[in-house]
């Protein structure tokens, strides 16, 4: 299924495949209010290695730069466009040759999200439209922060700012966690038994430090999914990188959210990047459905953004 989104320009985007070796490259053609039209010209890219990769972003420039400088030095050909992958196996958050599907580097990531829990860790990926940072961020809490979801219990996640550093490795920001809590799993119609999941699946970053998050819940019912849009700006938020776990019994420290939507689609929404401008003030919000690998087709969900105000 379809786990992730990015916007690569014009009507191009990318949306990587989990648990495989393959991402897909696609043109999609919107109408003037953003209603998606058609899906041309699919070509599949694979990759040089497998893994559960769950989201992808635009490679930010100074990254690109450090990967063509390593290949010069190597007596090796610069890659092609660059984009970033973030997996859940290793876990990792891995630059990729779109061209070749070669794996080309590695971007560090703090300690706390290396033991997630199983198929619960690294779910999200945005590059900051400055380019001088990434964020990502766990599905569920980390076994440190608090417990998983549950009936009527939400869970708390890391919002993590990478920043991606200069040739001489010195950086203006630092890597920064800001504490996010989840909704608990929405109401449905129990239909076999099974633990019901909601957690973090999506980050688009807006500029500065604002970020819309979106929220994928899942239950064995009906109806079967409900996804939630939020909107916050972690400079607002205290930075909790050096708090080493309790995450989830510490409100103080979790971030204020404004919710912007919700809804139960039938589907199960899993990816989403900022596409084009529509009009001076709005945006198009491209999703993708996963379809957990079953007969039914993936889906391209478009929403639209109004920006109102700086």
């Keep these: 299924g379809l786990s992730g989104i990015t916007w690569l320009g014009d009507d191009r985007y990318a949306a990587i495949m989990d648990n495989s070796d393959r991402l897909l490259v696609f043109r999609l053609d919107l109408e003037s209010d953003g209603t998606p039209r058609a899906v041309r010209e699919p070509r599949i ?3 040089s290695r497998h893994f559960d990769y769950e989201d992808i972003a635009t490679c930010p420039p100074r990254l690109a730069a450090r ?5 010069h ?3 090796e050909p610069g890659p092609g466009r660059c984009l ?3 997996e859940e196996t290793t876990p990792a ?3 990729i040759d779109l061209d070749s599907g070669k794996l080309v580097g590695q971007i560090p990531i703090p300690k706390n999200l290396t033991e997630p829990r199983p198929n619960r860790g690294l779910e999200a990926l945005t590059t900051a439209p400055e380019g001088t940072t990434l964020w990502t961020a766990n599905e569920e809490a980390m076994p ?4 998983p979801p549950s009936n009527g219990t939400g869970t708390v996640v890391r919002l993590t700012r990478i ?3 200069n040739a ?3 950086s203006e920001r630092p890597t920064i966690q800001v504490a996010y809590a989840v909704e608990p799993p929405h109401a449905f119609i129990r239909m076999v038994d099974g633990e019901p999941f909601s957690g973090v699946v999506a980050l688009v970053a807006l500029g500065g430090e604002r970020l819309l998050v979106l929220e994928r819940s899942a239950g064995h019912g009906l109806p079967p999914f409900e996804s939630r849009i939020a909107y916050v700006d972690a400079s607002h938020a205290p930075d909790v990188s050096a708090v080493e776990g309790g995450l989830a019994d510490r409100a103080d420290l979790h971030m204020e959210k404004t919710s912007l939507w919700r809804d139960s689609l039938g589907c199960n929404l899993e990816g989403l990047c900022l596409g084009p401008a529509l009009t001076s003030e709005t945006r198009a919000l491209v999703g993708v459905t996963d379809n957990g690998g079953l007969a039914e087709p993936n889906q391209v969900v478009v929403f639209v953004i109004r920006l109102t105000s700086p």
């Design 93 to 95: 958050l891995r630059a």
């Design 84 to 86: 970033v992958v973030c």
């Design 168 to 170: 001489d490795g010195s």
């Design 45 to 47: 890219v694979i990759l």
């Design 73 to 75: 030095v190597r007596g």
């Design 144 to 147: 440190a922060d608090g417990p």
């Design 67 to 71: 990967v063509a400088q390593r290949n």
């Design 163 to 165: 920043a991606i550093p």
